[in-house]
């Protein structure tokens, strides 16, 4: 089966950086995937892993690790638009996408 | 990047009623798609998985016989809740994936389902 651990909720200041960690155990794996959603809207992709190191892109790095099971997502810079659930996804076998429970991140003033 | 086209966005029907959501891919041919729901505070699971010309692929749990998909061309895809029941309130979004390149995967924005 599949199992995908991300923190329920985190707070950060306007500006500052935070990290959603993202454990997971899955049989096989095609590339794990990270997900910006606000609420009542569906998810916007922001970036893909599938080889271990760092991906940058803009504000947002994503980390993959596939010895330990383990990714990150790294948001810098934080801005309020960036209030919002941020869902760890893998394609494991059968290239099916399967989801973590989400972070909601807060971003405070 | 593409886009995917839901519709309606939202539906508010009486308990035993059908209801047909419509999902379309705008710009591009999708290989396949796939049908999740979204219960509130909960992340995305997913129903089924379809192919376009061929019966769709069902998670465990999920009722082939009450969630009909049909995936009759390579931009439509629809889901018809059967005989619909209060519990199947829920946010309803579709995803459409290009050939098999890993990234191309995209979401549709969603339909949010009310039974009364």
């Known amino acids: 089966g599949q199992n995908i651990d991300q923190p329920t909720e985190m707070t950060a200041t306007e500006g500052a950086i935070v990290q959603i960690n993202c454990t997971y155990q899955?049989?096989?794996?095609?590339?794990l995937f990270w997900y910006q959603q606000h609420a009542g809207e569906a998810p916007t992709f922001l970036s893909y892993?599938?080889?271990?190191g760092l991906e940058e892109k803009g504000r947002f790095s994503s980390f993959l690790s596939r010895s330990k099971g383990y990714s990150y997502l790294l948001l810098k810079e934080l801005q309020m638009k960036d209030s919002a659930s941020y869902l760890c996804?893998?394609?494991?076998?059968?290239?099916?996408?399967?989801f973590g429970g989400g972070t909601r991140v807060l971003v405070k003033p | 990047g593409a886009v995917v086209s839901q519709h309606p966005s939202r539906v508010i029907c009486k308990s035993g009623t059908s209801v047909k959501i419509e999902c379309r891919s705008l710009?591009?041919?999708?290989?396949?798609m796939f049908w999740y729901r979204q219960f509130p505070k909960q992340s995305l699971m997913l129903m089924a998985t379809?192919?376009?010309?061929?019966?769709?692929?069902?998670e465990q749990g999920v009722e082939k016989d009450k969630f009909l998909i049909n995936h009759a061309s390579l931009t439509l895809s629809t889901l018809t809740v059967t005989s619909a029941h209060p519990e199947d309130s829920s946010f309803y979004i579709c995803?459409?994936?290009?050939?098999?390149?890993?990234?191309?995967?995209?979401f549709g924005p969603g339909t949010r389902l009310l039974v009364l």
């Open positions: 995803s459409a994936r290009i050939g098999q390149a890993q990234e191309t995967q995209y």
């Open positions: 899955t049989s096989g794996f095609n590339g």
């Open positions: 892993n599938v080889l271990d």
């Open positions: 996804a893998v394609r494991a076998a059968g290239n099916k996408l399967t």
């Open positions: 710009d591009f041919q999708a290989t396949t």
């Open positions: 379809s192919n376009e010309g061929s019966k769709a692929t069902y």
